[in-house]
């Protein structure tokens, strides 16, 4: 393949490419016995439609599927397991090692932990495996296990090479969500968030939904920690440990609510975020979000509303609504509007941070990374960065104890908008983006939605408005656009695919 210029993307193709003469382009994957390429197809599997969450189910499989996954599995893991003492002192710098450098969810060592050390040594041994020394030495014991260290309960032990437990002691400066949740229960708690007190005064409000998505369960609760810190603490965090930090608004419970046509209570569910997020930046003590991964739409509006972000540097954040056919409607268009006219030497007047945040909105622009994120204001200047995800928290709190030090909520802010003047040249801007085919019907429909927000509304002159005054614009809009059958169709298509409709 190399010498005939199949080198991946920048030569002819690689195992998997493109043909971008079909629109859209379509994935093809080489074939190994002809080199010919041709549209690559999920293998069907059977029983794949079933979700299996046993993953000695999967190795268990008696078909050719569970044979060669068992044969990869067991190849794997005996190999990690012949390594202990050799390449790292233990287990867990193994597992770390793995999750860090190659992005596992688990450790080879957790891994055998979630299959049973005595299941898998049988089964190695019964497939003619050499048995590794660790997996003899466990004696059908788990590797990691709780057990009670320095007068805590629940500290998380790691076995050794001789088989004796060891408490996994973490570096200072990292503070890991998973271990305080083991020694203690959540103050508050409901199906979709949690409250932990992380200490020095500090609580740390958890996303616990599907995908970390936004629902009313999360408003509620929040409206009782803002209660629940007023009386008795210094500050909020908000932050988790899922794979991203929120993928934005429940689209499954908006189109649910759209399809029976409760308009009123899709309405009643936007001025409640509204209204939560406004007491969140309001509150009279610091709350600073820490996210990772995807904070997107309402994930980032949650940051927009806070006294300031210690942000993942892999965090990738933006106002993505447009891509679903709507608008943001929980204080984003407003909080991004303050932040660009208040950056230090922008273009003043009404024009120079409307023109900027149109754009970024109609473009659903998403910061890939925490400092591009500072680039579109997302993040401010005194907001950080942290390198190392198991040190997000700590930093964090450290930040939130700071910022209590004489804290002070911050000012309301005015907005200066162009009015009709500024709404033409946004639809003249969106025109033109449909002509030379880079923008669909819908998407500017959209758009002119996005376009009155930050032109303010329906006025004949120059406007300057308050936070009340954009919150009902944003309101107003996202109202009308979710009745649209297009918008309809897009949230539809992106619960059914994961992916945008371009209709």
């Known amino acids: 393949m190399i010498s005939q210029g199949y080198t991946g993307r920048k030569g002819k193709g690689g195992f998997y490419r493109l043909d971008r003469n079909q629109n859209p382009p379509v994935k093809e994957a080489i074939c190994l016995h002809t080199g010919e390429y041709s549209p690559a197809l999920r293998p069907k599997v059977p029983g794949a439609d079933t979700r299996v969450h046993n993953l000695r189910d999967l190795l268990s499989r008696d078909d050719k599927y569970g044979r060669y996954l068992w044969r990869v599995m067991a190849q794997t893991l005996s190999y990690a397991a012949t390594l202990v003492g050799e390449v790292a ?51 059908r014991r788990p590797l990691y296990t709780l057990q009670a260290f320095q007068g805590q309960d629940n500290q998380l032990h790691f076995m050794d090479v001789y088989g004796r437990y ?69 500050a909020l965090v908000i932050y988790n440990e899922g794979e991203n930090f929120s993928v934005g608004a429940n689209l499954g419970l908006a189109m649910f609510t759209a399809n029976i046509a409760a308009w009123q209570d899709i309405e009643a569910m936007v001025a409640a ?45 933006g106002l993505v609504e447009v891509g679903v056919g709507l608008v943001p409607a929980w204080g984003g268009c407003k909080e991004m509007l303050a932040r660009w006219q208040q950056k230090p030497n922008y273009p003043q007047g009404p024009m120079p941070a409307a023109s900027k945040v149109f754009e970024l909105i109609s473009t659903a622009a998403v910061a890939k990374s925490a400092e591009q994120a500072r680039r579109n204001l997302i993040l401010r200047h005194h907001d950080q960065i942290t390198m190392n995800r198991d040190r997000l928290l700590a930093d964090a709190k450290a930040t939130a104890l700071q910022l209590a030090e004489d804290y002070q909520p911050p000012q309301p802010a005015t907005f200066n908008l162009p009015g009709p003047s500024g709404r033409l040249a946004f639809e003249m801007a969106v025109n033109g983006f449909v002509r030379n ?29 308050g ?22 169709a897009r949230i539809e298509h992106m619960l059914l695919t994961g992916k945008p409709l371009r209709n």
């Open 437 to 465: 085919g880079k923008a669909t019907r819908h998407d500017q429909t959209v758009s002119l939605h996005v376009a009155d927000i930050m032109a303010g509304g329906d006025t004949d002159t120059l406007t300057e408005l």
């Open 166 to 234: 060891q408490p996994l002691l973490r570096p200072e400066g990292v503070l890991l969500l998973a271990d305080i949740k083991r020694q203690q229960q959540p103050l508050l708690k409901n199906a979709s968030a949690s409250v932990w007190d992380i200490g020095d005064g500090v609580l740390c409000f958890e996303f616990t939904s599907k995908m970390n998505s936004l629902d009313p369960d999360i408003m509620a609760l929040l409206h009782q920690s803002i209660s629940l810190v007023k009386k008795h603490y210094k």
């Open 89 to 139: 002192e233990d287990i867990t710098a193994i597992d770390a090692a793995m999750r860090l450098g190659y992005n596992w969810k688990y450790g080879p060592f957790e891994l055998m932990d979630i299959l049973g050390t005595g299941w898998l040594a049988e089964r190695l041994q019964t497939d003619g495996f050499t048995l590794p020394s660790i997996l003899a030495t466990t004696a």
């Open 273 to 317: 975020g509204q209204q939560t997020f406004k007491a969140l930046k309001y509150a009279p003590f610091p709350v600073v979000s820490a996210p990772s991964g995807l904070a997107l739409g309402g994930g980032c509006e949650v940051l927009l509303h806070s006294d300031a972000i210690q942000a993942h540097m892999e965090t990738y954040t």
């Open 467 to 488: 936070e009340e005054d954009l919150l009902d614009l944003e309101r107003k809009h996202f109202m009308q656009i979710i009745r649209h059958p297009d918008t309809l």
